[in-house]
């Protein structure tokens, strides 16, 4: 058999041409014997189909390394391949040309020609290496095996597959017929052309045919559990349909399923309103009917759940003893008696009239003044439940009203979830941060939360995933914020804003003595040690170290303190060997506050107190209290500019232009030269340049900041001021008077002006804010300056008698 083969092959060899043109093929691998259509549509490829046919019919077949390339080059082409023969071909109407070619031997590519229209290369004729007959044999044996086990366990290739297989008798015949029918990659397929050994070919599609037989029979026993599992399913489901159909035709109760009668004491025990209790019974129904197979039971199920779950008729009993409640606030807090106060006249109205719509309150204020702690102080005094919502970095309106059930996850919005947290209708609802929402394409939150903070409508509060009226009206909303304008004006309109100033240093004092040292004691174990921090270690803290509206920063340094002293304690333990620390204690004292927190952070600057030319003393509110802002003004030669630094914003910069032009028009009567901004250029900065600063109140401070640089006059270190100016050079009125009063208390500073107009609100600030504080209201910016720059002749004068003396 294998003499004929080699004689045959010896003939083909010689009527084979060396030049041969190349087809590259995109997604197929011709093998031997094999009698194949290809499809051809290239250009290049048509050119080669056709020269082949007018010539000696030999084609070269190749398979591309990349099937996606459109123009491949020869770099992109397999070297080994098929050297078939045309047997025929057929052009279609579309332009393309079908070919319908034989594979008759191996081939390799030795060199691509310098031919333009189409692939042409030097090939050299491949004919595979004789083995022994026994060996081949035993390959062929085994190639047969494993070709019958594949065939019988791939869907995708038919049955007489094996008849046709056991119809060759060549041994090269069998192994191509087997590669050609193997579902791979062209890669793969590519390998077995590599081999130019009969006996590796078939060692490698038996290898593969191995593999894949295992891969083949592992996705028939999966595909089998899987319609194993269908099949119990669909079983089931019959059965589920039938026990329904049954009951349905019994119409008995006690036929309901144990869960089902769980669910429906549930549902009746709840007590709900007449509305969600037809919409309860509703859903039950369908619940019952639908099979607990289905995704839509999990959906029905967990909304019944919520609905019997919310709280609808449970609350707790308000306590109304007006003198007990007030004891509770001042436990808890120091200070803030307006909201103090709010809140006992609250209880007093629920004594006279036992129930009362309109209880929404907005405590504003800076940072770590107790706007979250006292909401739960109100909720203890009250004897409610307590609930907090933050709102901060909330986007989406579904926060706030739920989603619909519609969509896979849906859940109800923040306050039905709060409500049946507190298990009560009527719990203490703080809404944390309501000045931090924004919103999004989403949906605007904010808007959602109008609702919710009308007493008028949330009696009737609709939440998407409930799809019922709920009522919220007997809940007490308590909303805090840092910053007043940041929060919606409808949203204002609807709540009682109490604002909640920063800390003075004596309150500070109280606070840390009653609230914060007791717990930081008992926090680091120091409560039984006899642990003593002085007053005036305290007021050090208070003054050097923190420099706060709140008092946050004085919890962190004082809790450093108890840590460095729990660890001195530890350490002269462990030398002295002995418990003596906890009979004598250990008291706190000044010395030892900068050994354990270093360097104070804050002294104040006497220097900065001084009369200096162009420097003056503002005073500024922010989100934080208020602060001092310096201003600092110099003339120099230039080109007649405004140069504005510190990182202003647009109003701010505004304000300088407004004082400026004030100071040039009206410069002869303010002794100033008429021509004074000719050939100078005027420079305002702002030190702590990298904290961007805004708003108008810094208007008179930069004016009269102006008019000392211009003037060459002094302005006194111990005044300051706030108030926006006009270009006729009126004084007009500012916000944040309170925290302004304390950042010049903070500040050691004596004297303060202000616009007339804020004059009323000098009422409703407390005495201790005011106390050692010369506050003069002025309307006119003219008022200012002898109070500002006579003031600082005079120190200057006491001064120089000083020193004569």
Not at 55 to 84: C, H, M, R, W
Not at 228 to 252: H, S
Not at 721 to 750: C, Y
Request: with cysteine.
């Amino acid at each position: 058999m294998t003499k004929t083969k080699k004689s045959k092959d010896v003939t083909v060899v010689d009527d084979i041409p060396k030049l041969l043109p190349v087809l590259p093929l995109r997604d197929n691998i011709i093998f031997l014997y094999m009698i194949f259509p290809v499809l051809v549509g290239r250009e290049q490829s048509i050119n080669a189909a056709n020269f082949s046919l007018e010539s000696s019919k030999y084609i070269f077949l190749s398979a591309q390394k990349k099937a996606n390339l459109e123009d491949p080059t020869p770099e992109d082409i397999f070297v080994e391949g098929t050297i078939a023969k045309i047997i025929q071909i057929l052009k279609l109407p579309n332009g393309l040309m079908k070919i319908l070619v034989d594979g008759i031997v191996q081939g390799k590519i030795k060199k691509f020609t310098n031919r333009k229209e189409f692939f042409e290369a030097e090939v050299e004729v491949v004919i595979p290496q004789e083995i022994d007959s026994q060996e081949l044999k035993a390959l062929i044996r085994q190639l047969s095996v494993q070709f019958k086990d594949y065939v019988k366990n791939n869907r995708n290739i038919p049955a007489e597959a094996i008849t046709a297989y056991e119809n060759i008798d060549e041994p090269d015949r069998k192994l191509f017929y087997v590669a050609a029918n193997i579902n791979q990659s062209i890669q793969v397929k590519q390998s077995i052309l590599k081999k130019f050994s009969l006996k590796e070919q078939i060692y490698d599609v038996i290898k593969l045919l191995n593999s894949e037989v295992d891969i083949l029979k592992v996705e028939k026993e999966i595909e089998h559990k899987v319609q194993e599992n269908i099949t119990k399913t669909q079983r089931k489901f019959i059965i589920a349909e039938q026990i329904r159909i049954l009951q349905d035709e019994l119409g008995k109760e006690e036929e309901i399923s144990p869960e089902f009668k769980k669910i429906k004491e549930k549902i009746t025990k709840a007590k709900m309103p007449k509305e969600a209790k037809a919409k309860a019974a509703e859903e039950f129904e369908k619940l019952r009917k639908t099979p607990p197979s289905s995704p839509e039971f999990t959906v029905i199920r967990n909304y019944l759940d919520w609905l019997a779950d919310v709280p609808w008729f449970k609350k707790t009993k308000d306590i109304l003893d007006i003198v007990n409640v007030r004891t509770i606030l001042d436990e808890d807090h120091y200070g803030l008696d307006k909201p103090k106060e709010r809140i006992v006249e609250h209880i007093a109205v629920l004594n006279l009239v036992k129930q009362m719509k309109g209880q929404i309150l907005c405590f504003v204020g800076p940072p770590g003044v107790g706007k979250t702690s006292l909401g739960k102080s109100i909720a203890r005094a009250l004897g409610r439940n307590f609930v907090r919502i933050s709102l901060g970095g909330v986007r989406d309106e579904a926060e706030i009203r739920g989603h619909r059930r519609t969509y896979i996850g849906a859940m109800p919005g923040k306050l039905i979830q709060s409500m049946k947290k507190a298990g009560t209708i009527n719990p203490v609802i703080l809404l944390d941060e309501i000045d931090k929402m924004s919103m999004d394409f989403r949906g605007d939150p904010s808007s959602a939360m109008l609702e919710v903070l009308d007493p008028e409508q949330n009696h009737s509060f609709s939440d998407h995933y409930l799809d019922v009226d709920y009522d919220l009206s007997q809940a007490m909303f308590i909303t805090t914020a840092n910053v007043r304008y940041n929060i919606p004006l409808p949203l204002q309109d609807r709540m009682e804003i109490i604002e909640l100033p920063g800390y003075l240093e004596h309150e500070k004092v109280e606070i840390a003595k009653r609230h914060i040292v007791p717990k930081q004691l008992e926090a680091h174990g120091l409560k039984t040690l006899g642990v003593k921090l002085e007053d005036q270690s305290i007021h050090k803290i208070i003054m050097e170290y923190t420099r706060e509206a709140g008092v946050r920063n004085l919890e962190r340094e004082i809790s450093s303190v108890f840590r460095k002293t729990a660890k001195e304690i530890v350490l002269n333990r462990y030398k002295a060997k002995s418990k003596k620390v906890k009979e004598g204690g250990f008291k706190i004292s000044l010395d030892k506050i900068e050994k354990y927190l270093g360097v104070p952070r804050f002294r104040t600057q006497k220097n900065l107190r001084e009369a200096k030319v162009g420097s003056v003393t503002g005073l500024a509110w922010t989100s934080v209290g208020g602060e001092i802002l310096n201003v600092e003004v110099t003339v120099m030669n230039g080109t007649g500019k405004l140069t504005l630094t510190g990182q202003l914003g647009d109003v701010m910069k505004e304000s300088a232009q407004a004082a400026l032009s004030y100071l040039r028009s009206n410069a002869k009567e303010l002794g100033l030269p008429i021509n004074f901004h000719k050939g100078k250029e005027i420079h305002i900065h702002l030190p702590e340049g990298a904290i961007p600063k805004d708003g108008p109140s810094a208007g008179i401070t930069m004016a009269l900041a102006m008019y000392s640089a211009i003037s060459q006059k002094p302005a006194s270190g111990d005044i300051a001021m706030t108030g926006e100016i006009t270009l006729r050079g009126k004084v007009l009125p500012i916000g944040g008077l309170n925290e302004k009063l304390l950042a010049a208390k903070r500040n050691e500073i004596t004297t303060v002006l202000i616009p007339k107009e804020n004059e009323k609100d000098l009422v409703e600030i407390k005495d201790a804010v005011k106390e050692g504080l010369t506050i003069i209201p002025i309307e006119d910016i003219k008022e200012a300056l002898p109070i500002v720059f006579g003031k600082a002749k005079k120190t200057r004068t006491v001064k120089r008698r000083k020193s004569t003396r």
